[in-house]
């Protein structure tokens, strides 16, 4: 029985171009590629017979009579011209796509700076406008470039769902992530819920990002929220299984454990079959912290404070004397703050400046004869001392809650630090002692009796931190474990993670690689094999979000692109602006984007080259 022969390949044939062609049959080789000089024409198999047959019968009549030397420069001229031709549409279409490169450059810049997608001409005008003064030569370069509104919004929109591909490629390695989870209605009163994402994989690489904006047009309760987030993860094809925890803010659609976000995604878990105790809620941190300031009972002295404020600010004469008055008297401070009560840090930048400049206030009002007497009380002033170094406390907290990337651990830290520091000021006050107060302490003499009320404040503030952060407390032995693995004892832990832990304290090389490094690349040089559970917990820990700071950001960028210049900004539009200017760890992949795209050469570009 005979065997089929294998098809043979032209590989396989090592078949080589002979430089006596290009005289025989003007035939030359471009990228393994045998093109005829005369008429462009491509032959597939480098074969004499087939070069031969192309030249005798499409061009043998005309070039046969180019003989010797003639022939040998004909050869030549018609090389240099294809040459010409080839570099010239090589040049072009370069050209082309770097212009197209160009256009989606300056659209990102457009969008990560919150600007109007009509910011886009006006760039251009400025580019023409500084070509021809200083090099008219090259304007058409800029000419070509496609800077339309129309053209930004359709660039924006294709960076935006380039970062959210790779958003999704990424998050197919999470090996568990959280969700951040907050809504705020927009300047159409549409309600705009932003869901964030924070993930880990298997390398301890942690990726947050923003997920999705879903657009709530009717209702907004827990469920028109639980169903965008679900139609979202859905899309985004993340397991229900992966999802460790949630945070949100403390309103009842979002907490409630029957009709809240919260709730109805415990209820999606079980009817999975999942382990609810392996998803966690989480009230917003510097949410509970901004709600524990808010119980202090001394509400007389913001009172005076903001409506002597509102006075001077709110009036545009009093404002422009009170400001001249300022730099008559050369004060230090040349203004006078808001306050502003969405604010966390506003009441206690607004009590600092209003104490330093207490005296200039007194005088200002009683000038404009709406004088205010408790800024002559002693007991007053006193009390404003205290409210404005407990507040200046409290924004020192709230400054270490903030910011994108947090360990719930570290945050979780920085509360219980702050409870401890409100115990010590209790006691210190009590006795006298002002050495954390230092504004109090500039007065001078203070009461016994005001003393004891300051102390009894800090007492009450102390017992709302221990309410808020209840919840807390149960998952203080997994924090444990996770930030202090080698301190942690082994009675006070799940029994299924005993015997890894016994393991790993009784490592000396990693006892000591999690002295030298953080506690975040500890982890990363201990093996899955021998500590399975323990980096599962560890990746638990780290994939949580501890608070809604990332939705609080998104939105104040929200509030400049959807301004009431650009009302009728689309969901589409708005979203794909949101994600550009949010986006921290994943950016665009434009070159990817300019290969996709057709860099066809207009007639507008062959007008251009001709003319250089």
Known sequence: MTSLSRKRKL????????????????????????QCLICQQTIAVPKEFNLRRHYETMHREKYDKYTGKIRDEKVNQLKIGFDKQRNFFFILFKFAENSVKTSFELSLMIAESSRPFTEGPFIKECFLKASEILIPDKKKLFESISLSANTVA???????????????EKAGYFEAFSIALDECTDLVDTSQCAIFIRGVDSKFNVTEEFLDLVPLKNTTTGRDLFKGLEECLEKAGLPWNKLVSMVTDGAPAMCSQKIGVVGLVKGKLQSLNMPNNNFTSIHCIVHQEALCSKSIKMMGVMDVVVKTVNFIRSRGLNHRQFTSFLASIESEYREILYHTEVRWLSRGNVLNRFFALREEIYYFMKLKKNEVPQLN????????????????HLNALNLKLQGKRQVITQMYDSVKSFK????????QLIVGN???????????????????EYADIISDLHQQFVLRFNDF???????????????????????????????????SILKQKYSDVGILEFYQF?????FPMLLSAAVRMIAMFGSTYVCEQFFSSMKIIKSPLRSRLTDEHLQASLRLVSSQDIKPNIDALVDAKRCQVSGQNMDLFNSN
């Open 526 to 530: 201990v093996s899955k094999e021998r």
């Open 420 to 427: 401890v520091k409100l115990s010590l000021f209790q006691r």
């Open 154 to 168: 359709s660039r924006i929109t294709d960076l935006a769902e380039n970062v959210k591909k790779q958003l999704i």
């Open 11 to 34: 590989v396989d044939e090592r078949r080589v171009f002979q430089e006596k062609w290009e005289n025989l049959y003007f035939f030359t080789e471009v990228r393994d590629k045998i």
């Open 434 to 452: 002002l050495a954390h107060f230092s504004t109090l302490n500039s007065l001078g003499k203070v009461e016994n009796q005001s003393l004891k």
């Open 473 to 507: 407390k149960a998952l203080e032995p997994h924090f444990q474990l996770f930030a202090t693995p080698f301190a942690v004892e082994i009675e006070n832990i799940a029994e299924e993670l005993q015997m890894e832990l016994v393991d790993l304290q009784c490592d």
């Open 377 to 392: 009380d002693a007991k007053f002033i006193c009390d404003l001392a205290f409210l404005t170094d407990l507040t200046g």
